[in-house]
């Protein structure tokens, strides 16, 4: 009986993440069949500004779709997958962006900042990982 509750609770964790995954993606597809429909609207901000709109909706998105297959979903692995696509923002940010000469691309090094730290991160959860089964080995 107890197992049975653990695959409902599982199941009911990737329903809470799939269903908006699911949702966001509608809506995406009917944003984009919308606005290439009509090219004559446009949004009241500056392009830097869409495209970081544009960016922060595909990585909650994408969150919310890996989260919905996770079988374990632990803070630090959640905090790992953050820093990875925030990493991955701030690059394609770094590419679409052109600054004019004499500005620098702050985008870039942000970008290879938290793919460290998330690298930290993903190492020190590693290391606990082996440290626990190496510590349940000497039992």
Same mark, same amino acid.
């Given at each position: 009986? #107890?197992?049975?509750?653990?695959?409902?609770?599982? =199941?009911?964790?990737?329903?809470?993440?799939? !269903?908006?995954? #699911?949702?966001?993606?509608?809506?995406? *597809?009917? =944003?984009?069949?919308? /606005?290439?429909?009509?090219?004559? $609207?446009?949004?009241?901000?500056?392009?830097? !500004?869409?495209?970081?709109?544009?960016?922060?909706?595909? +990585?909650?998105? *994408?969150? $919310?779709? %890996? &989260?919905?297959?996770?079988?374990? %979903?632990?803070?630090?692995?959640?905090?790992?997958? &953050? $820093?990875?696509?925030? /990493?991955?923002? =701030?690059? %394609?940010?770094? !590419?679409?962006?052109?600054?004019?000469?004499?500005?620098?691309?702050?985008?870039?090094?942000?970008? &290879?900042?938290?793919?460290? *730290?998330?690298?930290?991160?993903?190492? /020190?959860?590693?290391?606990?990982?082996?440290?626990?089964? +190496?510590?349940?080995?000497?039992?």
């Amino acid at each position: 009986m #107890c197992l049975r509750n653990e695959k409902n609770l599982t =199941f009911d964790m990737k329903k809470r993440f799939f !269903i908006p995954f #699911c949702v966001l993606t509608v809506a995406a *597809i009917g =944003f984009i069949i919308y /606005a290439t429909g009509h090219p004559e $609207l446009s949004f009241p901000w500056s392009v830097q !500004i869409i495209h970081l709109l544009y960016g922060l909706y595909v +990585d909650a998105v *994408i969150l $919310l779709f %890996v &989260l919905s297959f996770w079988k374990k %979903v632990t803070w630090l692995n959640l905090l790992t997958l &953050l $820093l990875e696509l925030g /990493a991955v923002f =701030f690059l %394609v940010q770094s !590419i679409l962006t052109v600054f004019p000469e004499g500005e620098s691309n702050w985008y870039l090094p942000l970008a &290879l900042g938290l793919n460290t *730290i998330a690298l930290f991160l993903n190492t /020190a959860r590693l290391k606990k990982a082996e440290g626990s089964t +190496d510590h349940e080995d000497n039992k």
